[in-house]
């Protein structure tokens, strides 16, 4: 079987083609020529598609399907398909399912239902037992099974011996912890951003020092322990900072940023709209800033969709009652494209989320794999319901302006176009 992509623009530091338009044949799933123009036959399937740009294939390191348990939310058939068509090859599955995915068996559920996708999925197994931050769950024999990483989805852990002693286990071998940023005592029955609209509209704030204090502590912990950390989606100027400074003391820290806390603020909260509720909360325009610049700088070294599908009857309630999450498959690439330049945009989906999970990396190089997104980032559009591929439809950017549409991808040997 024989793909050919037509007048591709290749955005891949790593090729000798990086930021050339060609051609690219692909068959049996490996990369056979990158040329200037090749001829097609009959048996190609040919894609040919307005300003199409392809990168090696974006990774995003923070989503949540349902399933198992929550079905209605979404199932892992339509979730990849839905990853697919917004252009990630790789995505990698939190633990907020029933059961939770804290022993072997539950790992190798999701790997199974995952197969034969074009789409790969990996599975972020819970830190802890039922992730309720009390006993460790079995690491070593969950990672032997396929998990990438370990942590309580949105479920900061209180306890601070657990978190040292999940440190110093992992590096046994060589897992990777993440700490969700959020002293619960600080933060405890919050539903936004603790400052000026949260007051005007009456709403109990959730103060930055909430995230503050949690990563600090999980940073003094690394200092102390060794071993790797991963903060996932931070969304405060401090925050910044400490990780900053981490990481000039040689600390093994990574953190990732979501795609929604780069471009939206609480300004969003003054329709009481339930979509725009999310965890951490939407944080100020400042901080926003901070963010981009970090990412710019290498501070943050990945961003994230943080998809998290909310079935209608946990969603469109009042605001206070509504369960915090919003999908972000579909818009994430319109909205990071919005903000920063395609370059960054696409290392900060790529390369950096691979290295840090220990995943292999591709590279658009004849003899390759084909391991491919494909994208417009050109394209202007208003984000409608229309543009929503999930089962649930909660999504913070309805009616948002985004810059640049993914395409589809080709993975596995399989070509998906949205």
Request: hydrophobic content about 40%; overall charge neutral.
């Amino acid at each position: 079987m024989s793909t050919l992509l037509k007048s591709a623009t290749i955005i891949d530091p790593s090729s000798q083609f990086n930021n050339q338009k060609k051609d690219i044949l692909i068959t049996d799933g490996v990369i056979e020529k990158i040329e200037n123009s090749i001829p097609t036959k009959p048996n190609y399937t040919v894609v040919s598609l307005e300003n199409l740009h392809v990168s090696c294939g974006w990774f995003d390191t923070s989503v949540s399907f349902g399933e198992p348990g929550f079905e209605e939310r979404e199932t892992i058939a339509n979730g990849l398909q839905t990853a697919a068509k917004s252009g990630f090859t790789t995505v990698a599955i939190n633990s907020n399912t029933n059961p939770f995915i804290d022993n072997k068996s539950a790992v190798e559920f999701l790997i199974n239902k995952g197969k034969g996708f074009a789409t790969t999925l990996f599975p972020i197994a819970s830190l802890t037992q039922k992730s309720e931050g009390k006993e460790m769950a079995e690491l070593y024999d969950m990672q032997q099974s396929g998990a990438i990483a370990f942590g309580d989805y949105n479920k900061s852990i209180a306890n601070d011996n657990l978190m040292k002693v999940a440190l110093l286990y992992a590096q046994n071998f060589d897992g990777l912890i993440l700490s969700f940023p959020k002293n619960n005592s600080i933060a405890a029955g919050g539903l936004a951003n603790e400052g000026n609209n949260s007051t005007k509209l009456g709403l109990k704030g959730i103060p930055a020092l909430a995230e503050h204090l949690q990563i600090a502590r999980d940073l003094f912990l690394l200092e102390y322990t060794g071993g790797k950390l991963h903060i996932p989606t931070i969304s405060t100027t401090v925050s910044v900072k400490l990780i900053k400074e981490a990481k000039k003391k040689g600390l093994h820290v990574t953190c990732s940023v979501s795609a929604h806390h780069l471009t939206l603020t609480d300004d969003e909260l003054h329709g009481f709209d339930s979509n725009v509720k999310v965890t951490p909360p939407l944080r100020t325009q400042k901080d926003c800033n901070a963010l981009i610049k970090a990412v710019k700088d290498g501070i943050i070294d990945i961003i994230t969709s943080d998809h998290n599908p909310i079935d209608i009857e946990h969603k469109k309630v009042e605001f206070s009652a509504a369960k915090n999450g919003t999908i972000g498959l579909e818009s994430c690439f319109g909205a990071v494209n919005s903000v920063l330049t395609l370059e960054e945009s696409i290392e900060a989906l790529t390369t950096k989320p691979r290295a840090i999970f220990d995943l292999e990396t591709t590279s658009i190089t004849v003899g390759e794999k084909a391991d491919i997104s494909l994208f417009n980032p050109k394209l202007k559009y208003t984000f409608a319901k229309e543009n929503i591929l999930s089962a649930s439809k909660n999504s913070a950017f309805l009616g948002k302006e985004l810059n640049g549409k993914a395409y589809g991808i080709f993975a596995n040997n399989k070509l998906v176009i949205h």
